[in-house]
Nanobody, 124 residues
Framework: QVQLVESGGGLVQAGGSLRLSCAASGRTFSSYASGWFRQAPGKERKFVGCISWSGGSTSYADSVKGRFTISRDNAKNTVYLQMNSLKPEDTAVYYC?????????????????WGQGTQVTVSS
């Protein structure tokens, strides 16, 4: 059973930084792509970014390019989301996700395992 546990959310002022972590268990972490999605109140869950199973490639939503960075440490079964230059519109619940099939570079929202989410609030 795949388990994903996020941590690191909180309240930060606009322009600040946060780093989210996601610890994975239940299968061979290094064989699966990981990613982050977010959901603002009253809105659909949206793609933030993903990292391939090997860590060799990443992909980001246009809204976060140049500000957010995804990385992974396969030895620690953990994926990270470094968020810099945060804006109030980044306020959302952030969800860690993992691909259901191995050896992919990314994956759609419909084909993911999910963590429980962590709240990120950016004040203006």
């Amino acid at each position: 059973q795949v388990q994903l546990v996020e941590s690191g959310g909180g309240l930060v002022q606009a322009g600040g930084s946060l780093r989210l972590s996601c610890a994975a268990s239940g299968r061979t972490f290094s064989s699966y792509a990981s990613g982050w999605f977010r959901q603002a109140p009253g809105k659909e869950r949206k793609f933030v970014g993903c990292i391939s199973w090997s860590g060799g490639s990443t992909s980001y939503a246009d809204s976060v390019k140049g500000r957010f960075t995804i990385s992974r440490d396969n030895a620690k079964n953990t994926v990270y989301l470094q968020m810099n230059s945060l804006k109030p519109e980044d306020t959302a619940v952030y969800y860690c996700a993992a691909a259901r099939t191995p050896y992919s570079s990314c994956f759609p929202l419909e084909s993911a395992y999910w963590g429980q989410g962590t709240q990120v609030t950016v004040s203006s």
